[in-house]
């Protein structure tokens, strides 16, 4: 990636993560590095969401250290969590949009708490940054229940980036999308992380937004990374459930086409 | 600011250095410096809304960048403003020096914030004034309706279920009737006990001054079995499972389970509700015996340790003070307390919209109906059990 000589993004460093008597995470190393588009896989119930949730503070971890911007995030005072957590963002699962706020409300929401804008600038730049992410202002005024699943992610998106983040965190971002939409939000992935210079840890399950956007693959099995590369990284490695992913009836197809068009 | 031949203007920017105005006598030159990033935005606003408050807007205007260190949506929004305000039809506007990265950062957000301002958004529609008052007509004429639609689907569901009683969810019901009756049996033990101390105790400090200590003992054998066991037991159901119907049915309805009910060839009201309403119709004359009971050993320990009534004495006079009518006035009100409780905390349950909001606004709206609707239905019996002698 040419970047590993820059202090990374992200650094998890023997992460161990459990719930009562099993550990989702075993000692589990990653690093993100700066401007990258990193995608996390690994089967249902792997640790994926774990792993993220811990990373932004949501779980406690049993032991490890994870580093964010070059800070331990559990030795730092209130003040300078939250000033980290400003220069991240995060897009949930299910959108997580705020169900009594109307969707301009829910991007203006992170702005109004924490930058002191007069009215008019928040009603601006929100509509700007729904354009940005493809809504239009028609949309600006739909509660999140009016909305479709498509929408709802983009709205997210556009929440996530509403402070100008250096990272987003993506849980599964285009799952629940038809193909085309699912083509069009990585590709919005894709021009957001190049005009804003974003860092992207993204955890998904479609193989096609892993061989479009993805810089590089980090597979989460058995508590650990067990493989950590390029998409060719992966169709070459040797382990068992790597193979069976990419190689897989399903990965075929994409196997497919990287042979016809390297990347 | 050296390569300026020209003068500062607007003496009133220069708190801040992320933007100055130099005036030359061809072009006008806006400097743009530091972080124009989220941070800044606030300063940075009220500067550019102080340039272009100006009346009149140069022909020739140059932006230049080049001192900006930092630079994101909001500093690429407010330079898109800018360029867009001062490039009206005869002025001309350039910016130099920005950043090779950033200038896709800036076509972005100047191409949003573009379409952003070609289109008005669509307000939400709400009615103020007379609208206001007609719309509030409409939707209290509305949940009436509702209302009587859940009691027909109750009343067809129950019809349905005695024509084939093996489709009656009994198990649902047994559930239900442990939640709302048996597992509510110590509240209601304990707060129709101190109702009834407390009636006894106003009756015995009053009544003493004219010597009718007797006549207490009338009071509250009455006013309890009438009035104040049944009222009291179903405020306390309408609160605790009246809220609970509302709340376990509409999160049921935001999270889509009532419509996977409805596709799997399911009626809701046959599966959620009717159970439900049955076991409030059964269990609250249930609770409401037991409170009344409680409520007249309330009377009876006041009555002998504040009173100085022996229980003897007051067993005896309650017995000449009730008839078995009052005590059947109590009951026969009961169930329909119970079936106003149970529709309208399921009617309101089934109007939960998506909003997290909404689930809380139908369920006080559920608790405070049914105990209106059930005082309501108290003055209505009180006329009639008056009206045919009870």
Known sequence: MGSSSEQPVISVRDLVVGFRDRNVLDHLSLDVHRGEILGLVGGSGSGKSVLLRTIIGLLPKRSGTIEVFGQDLDCVDDQTRQALQRRWGVLFQNGALYSSLTV???????????????????????????????????????????????????????????????????????????????????????????????????????????????????????????????????????????????????????????????? | MGKWDGYRVNSDLSESSLLTTVVHPSTTTIVGSENWTAPNSARLDRLVSSLLSA???????????????????????????????????????TIVGLPQHYTDLFRAVQEASERASRTKSKPRQEFTGPAAVGESVAKSATGFLLLLNMVGAVCAAALRSLRRPSTFRLTSMVNQLDRVAWQAIPIILLITFLIGSIIAQQGFFHFRKFGADDYVVDMVGILVL??????????????????????????????????????????????????????????????????????????????????????????????????????????????????????????????????????????????????FLVIVLDGLFAVFFASIGM
């Open chain 1, 104 to 263: 301009l409300q829910n991007v203006q929401f992170p702005m109004r708490e924490f930058l002191r804008l007069p009215e008019h600038l928040l009603d601006e730049i929100a509509a700007t940054k729904l354009e940005m992410v493809g809504l239009s202002r028609l949309d600006a005024n739909k509660l999140p229940s009016e909305l479709s699943g498509g929408m709802t992610k983009r709205v997210a998106m556009a929440r996530a980036l509403a402070l100008d983040p250096e990272v987003v965190f993506l849980d599964e971002p285009t799952s629940g999308l038809d193909p085309i939409s699912a083509g069009d939000f990585d590709s919005l992935i894709a021009t957001l992380q190049k005009t804003l210079g974003l860092t992207v840890f993204m955890i998904t399950h479609d193989l096609n937004s892993l061989h479009a956007i993805c810089d590089r693959i980090a597979v989460l099995a058995d508590g650990k990374i067990v493989a950590n590369g390029p998409i060719s990284a992966m169709l070459a490695s040797e382990h068992p459930w790597v193979k069976s992913y990419f190689r897989g009836r399903r990965g075929q197809l994409l196997e497919h086409s990287h042979q016809q068009t390297p990347a």
């Open chain 2, 55 to 93: 009346s009149e807007r140069p022909v020739h205007t140059t932006i230049d960048m080049s001192g900006v260190q930092a630079f994101d949506t909001f500093g690429a929004w407010q330079l898109a403003r800018l360029e867009r305000a001062l490039n009206a039809p005869g002025h001309e506007v």
């Open chain 2, 226 to 371: 009438r009035e104040i066991g049944v009222l009291i037991v179903a405020i306390m159901v309408a609160g605790r499972s009246g809220s609970s119907y509302t709340a376990e049915l509409g999160s049921m309805k935001m999270r889509e389970e009532i419509d996977a009910l409805r596709t799997m060839g399911f009626d809701p009201v046959d599966v959620l509700i009717l159970p439900r309403i049955l076991a409030l119709v059964i269990g609250l004359p249930i609770l409401t015996f037991i409170g009344s009971m409680s409520a007249l050993y309330g009377g009876e320990l006041v009555a002998w340790f504040y009173g100085g009534m022996s229980p003897e004495i007051y067993i005896a006079r309650l017995k000449e003070a009730i008839s078995i009518t009052h005590f059947k006035v109590g009951m026969i009100k009961a169930p329909f307390m119970a079936f106003v409780i149970g529709i309208v905390a399921c009617t309101e349950g089934l109007k939960v919209g998506g909003s997290a909001e909404s689930l809380g606004l139908r369920t006080t709206a559920s608790v405070v109906t049914s105990i």
